[in-house]
């Protein structure tokens, strides 16, 4: 299908579920109680999704509190309970992080029991978010390995297990997150995209990485308005992701300083651009999403454009995040219509 539609991943969680519009928020229930929520919450996420017309959907992260922790957490060699306080992304922004304590290791299941519902729930391509391993080294406090390499490659051997077994459940694509590749190049080169690989494996699947600018909450609305008026950190990123094993790059576009000509720099992916804004309460338009498609098809033929969100909804209030959704659908199907 030309200009295929899914979403970066989160979505708002509802009030019932855990406080909204919180990027770490608590859950508003306990034990059997908020499973039973988190269920619900990803039917209507699913219901969301479906109904605004994107194509491979996603459980919207609804039994994550947040997008990194969620697997991380439940590491062997991992302690979720005792946080240390880290700048992360470059000292973009402080952070309490789990704590790296011995030797990182997946000794069970982690998202399994999500994988099995949202796979039953949808008739969909679906697609499952899982945390890049230099995101998580980035989002960790290391007591133990004291080498971000060795760290990083220690949790893309768990992620290749958790992956092996989330396609083995019928799951179409997965999503490895990495938004700490736009901030450390030298090591993105040196290892990161081998860590990448590693966690990828031979996974039978569609295999899609996704690099932003982040969230749009103020720490990282603040960190694009210092970086000028061309962000041209893909320029640098690009060359070295369409080496990796990864079938689909994600990139963010619209309302940003992203120069196009940076999409030249993939020509053996296909790549998945961000038509909607998610640092904006703005509604896009069904044109505004295809006037971001025909920037894209200017460097890219149709058959390697998909559409999504610049990054994930988390944060955002869910009536927006919805209808932002709707524009994506509906400017995808005006593109096809037109192109």
Same mark, same amino acid.
Not at 91 to 104: H, L, N, Q, T, W
Not at 121 to 148: C, H, N, Q, W
Not at 195 to 212: I, N, P, Q, S
């Given at each position: 299908?030309?200009?295929?539609?899914?979403?970066?991943?989160?979505?708002?969680?509802?009030?019932?579920?855990?406080?909204?519009?919180r990027l770490?928020?608590?859950?508003r229930l306990?034990?059997?109680?908020?499973?039973a929520?988190?269920?619900d $919450?990803?039917?209507?996420?699913?219901?969301?999704?479906?109904?605004a017309?994107i194509?491979?959907?996603? !459980?919207?992260?609804?039994?994550?509190?947040?997008?990194?922790h969620?697997? #991380?957490?439940?590491?062997e060699?991992?302690? %979720?309970?005792?946080? @240390?306080?880290r700048?992360?992304? +470059?000292?973009?922004?402080?952070?309490?992080?789990?704590?790296?304590?011995?030797?990182?290791?997946?000794?069970?299941s982690?998202?399994?029991?999500? $994988?099995?519902?949202?796979?039953?729930?949808? $008739?969909?391509?679906l697609?499952?978010?899982?945390?890049?391993?230099?995101?998580i080294?980035?989002?960790?406090?290391?007591?133990?390995?004291?080498?971000?390499k060795?760290?990083?490659?220690?949790? %893309?051997? %768990?992620?290749?297990v958790e992956?092996?077994?989330?396609?083995?459940?019928?799951?179409?694509?997965?999503?490895?997150?990495?938004? %700490?590749?736009?901030?450390?190049? !030298?090591?993105?080169?040196?290892?990161?995209?081998?860590?990448?690989?590693?966690?990828?494996? !031979?996974?039978r699947?569609?295999?899609?990485?996704?690099?932003?600018?982040?969230?749009?909450v103020e #720490?990282?609305?603040?960190?694009?308005?210092?970086?000028?008026?061309?962000?041209?950190?893909?320029?640098a990123?690009?060359?070295m992701l369409?080496?990796?094993? $990864? !079938?689909?790059?994600?990139?963010?576009?619209?309302g940003?300083?992203?120069?196009?000509?940076?999409?030249?720099l993939?020509?053996?992916?296909a790549?998945?651009v961000?038509?909607i804004d998610?640092?904006s309460?703005?509604?896009?338009?069904?044109?505004d999403?295809?006037?971001v498609?025909?920037?894209?098809?200017?460097?890219?033929?149709?058959?390697?454009?998909?559409?999504?969100t610049?990054?994930?909804?988390?944060?955002?209030?869910?009536?927006?995040?919805?209808?932002?959704?709707?524009?994506l +659908?509906?400017?995808?199907?005006l @593109?096809?219509t037109?192109?």
């Amino acid at each position: 299908m030309r200009f295929e539609t899914t979403i970066a991943g989160s979505l708002p969680k509802p009030p019932w579920l855990a406080e909204p519009e919180r990027l770490w928020p608590t859950w508003r229930l306990e034990g059997s109680e908020l499973l039973a929520a988190q269920h619900d $919450a990803v039917r209507v996420s699913l219901f969301e999704e479906e109904h605004a017309g994107i194509d491979v959907v996603t !459980d919207g992260e609804q039994a994550r509190q947040h997008f990194v922790h969620g697997f #991380a957490g439940a590491l062997e060699g991992v302690d %979720a309970r005792q946080r @240390a306080r880290r700048g992360i992304r +470059g000292d973009r922004y402080e952070a309490d992080c789990p704590r790296i304590v011995g030797e990182v290791r997946r000794t069970r299941s982690i998202h399994a029991g999500e $994988a099995r519902f949202a796979r039953a729930a949808t $008739a969909r391509k679906l697609k499952f978010t899982l945390p890049g391993p230099m995101t998580i080294v980035d989002t960790l406090v290391d007591e133990f390995y004291g080498s971000r390499k060795d760290a990083a490659f220690a949790c %893309a051997r %768990a992620l290749r297990v958790e992956i092996e077994e989330l396609v083995a459940l019928g799951v179409d694509v997965i999503q490895l997150d990495e938004p %700490a590749f736009n901030v450390y190049f !030298d090591e993105v080169d040196e290892w990161g995209i081998a860590a990448l690989d590693e966690a990828f494996g !031979d996974a039978r699947c569609e295999k899609a990485v996704h690099v932003c600018y982040g969230y749009g909450v103020e #720490a990282n609305v603040a960190w694009k308005a210092r970086l000028g008026e061309e962000w041209d950190q893909y320029a640098a990123l690009f060359p070295m992701l369409d080496r990796s094993r $990864a !079938d689909i790059v994600l990139m963010e576009l619209a309302g940003s300083h992203v120069p196009p000509r940076v999409l030249d720099l993939l020509p053996n992916k296909a790549v998945a651009v961000g038509v909607i804004d998610v640092a904006s309460d703005r509604i896009e338009s069904a044109e505004d999403v295809r006037a971001v498609i025909e920037i894209a098809r200017a460097h890219l033929p149709d058959e390697r454009i998909k559409c999504t969100t610049n990054c994930g909804m988390a944060p955002m209030k869910r009536d927006v995040a919805y209808a932002k959704l709707r524009a994506l +659908g509906a400017g995808a199907a005006l @593109a096809r219509t037109s192109a």
